[in-house]
């Protein structure tokens, strides 16, 4: 009896992890796209002067349940409310399995 609700409960959680893994579509295009779109978003604002171009930041951020950013932090603390007026409450096309995750992105500034 012992061995067949080994069995039984070896073959139910192997059963929920490949139903669950199923529904992913493909998480690394997902990703990318998401970063993409991030990054334009970050580069195209009309905000950035030319001592800017050049500084490195890891922006810390999460997509919300009605596809809106919202930054936590940047790892630069001159930049950390410009890229919040810039990234916050901003609308991105996500797959479901991408939101209400956290997210760091590397951004090189140019001008």
């Known amino acids: 009896m012992k061995l067949f609700k080994g069995l039984f409960l070896s073959a139910l959680f192997s059963f929920s992890f490949f139903i669950a893994n199923a529904a992913n579509i493909n998480p690394t295009e997902a990703a990318q796209d ?9 580069l195209n ?7 800017d171009a050049g500084n ?8 919300m349940d009605n596809d809106e950013l919202i930054v ?6 001159d ?16 797959e479901n399995q991408l939101k209400n995750k956290v997210f760091i992105l590397p951004i090189k500034l140019r001008n």
């Open 34 to 42: 998401l970063q993409k779109q991030v990054s334009e978003l970050v």
């Open 79 to 94: 930049y950390d409310d410009t890229i919040k007026s810039v990234l916050n409450y901003k609308k991105v096309n996500v």
């Open 72 to 77: 936590i932090s940047t790892d630069n603390e």
């Open 45 to 51: 604002a009309d905000v950035w002067s030319v001592a």
């Open 56 to 63: 490195e930041l890891h922006v810390r951020f999460m997509v």
